[in-house]
């Protein structure tokens, strides 16, 4: 089973700052991956970096880095430069490699509210 | 890239109607699909897998005869809230894999707003 968990119900962030958002895993499952989502207000649910649990260097994609410490089993979204655009709500979402009825679903954790003030 | 879509965006009904809602893979084939609910400001429920050909295989807690699903094809999956009362009120969001998944990675729908009066 996973289980994730995002501590931060709501973030705020000055436009052009960096900020971290976190997120810890917990699995048994001896190969997995971590995904951030971004949600805006419309509701559509935006890929935004993913990590493999053998994957060797933390993922980057543009402004967003993951900040991947399997031995903290912590997964951090850094959004460097922050713009308005980037208010949302954010989602970690686990997949696991277990099999049966669990074989490709995602868990998702509680979701981090992001404001970006000018 | 891969595309999902969800039919219809938003809907309106009546307490004790149903609703259909679809979700399509459109340029890819899609083995298995995924139905979540969502409350305002809260996280994806997931409710039901839905594989193609098969029967949907429910969550803990969802009740099967209340959110019947059914994949009929590669590229299409339905979901039919029966009788709807207000409590069904949420935003219902599908997913789909593909047949060869890159890093795991689901697909998104947009979404369907789902308000019972």
């Known amino acids: 089973a996973q289980k994730i968990t995002q501590t931060q119900p709501g973030m705020f962030v000055q436009e052009k700052e960096a900020v971290t958002l976190d997120c810890t895993y917990d699995?048994?499952?001896?190969?997995?991956?971590l995904f951030w989502y971004k949600q805006p207000s419309s509701g559509e649910m935006i890929f935004l970096i993913y990590q493999g649990s053998y994957d060797q260097q933390n993922a980057t994609e543009g402004r967003y880095s993951l900040n991947f410490q399997k031995a903290r089993k912590s997964a951090n979204l850094v959004i460097s430069a922050s713009q308005l655009g980037d208010s949302a709500m954010y989602f970690c979402?686990?997949?696991?490699?277990?099999?049966?009825?669990?074989?490709?679903?995602?868990?998702f954790g509680q979701g981090t509210i992001l404001t970006v003030h000018p | 890239g891969a595309v999902v879509s969800q039919h219809p965006s938003r809907v309106i009904c009546k307490s004790g109607t149903s609703v259909k809602i679809e979700c399509r893979s459109l340029?890819?084939?899609?083995?298995?699909m995924f139905w979540y609910r969502q409350f305002p400001k809260q996280s994806l429920m997931l409710m039901a897998t839905?594989?193609?050909?098969?029967?949907?295989?429910?969550e803990q807690g969802v009740e099967k005869d209340k959110f019947l699903i059914n994949h009929a094809s590669l590229t299409l999956s339905t979901l039919t809230v029966t009788s709807a009362h207000p409590e069904d009120s949420s935003f219902y969001i599908c997913?789909?894999?593909?047949?060869?998944?890159?890093?795991?990675?689901?697909?998104f729908g947009p979404g369907t707003r789902l308000t019972v009066l």
């Open positions: 699995t048994s499952d001896p190969s997995y991956g």
């Open positions: 997913s789909a894999r593909t047949l060869t998944p890159l890093d795991n990675e689901q697909f």
């Open positions: 340029d890819f084939q899609a083995t298995t």
């Open positions: 979402a686990s997949w696991g490699s277990a099999g049966g009825t669990s074989y490709g679903k995602l868990t």
């Open positions: 839905s594989n193609e050909g098969s029967k949907a295989t429910y």
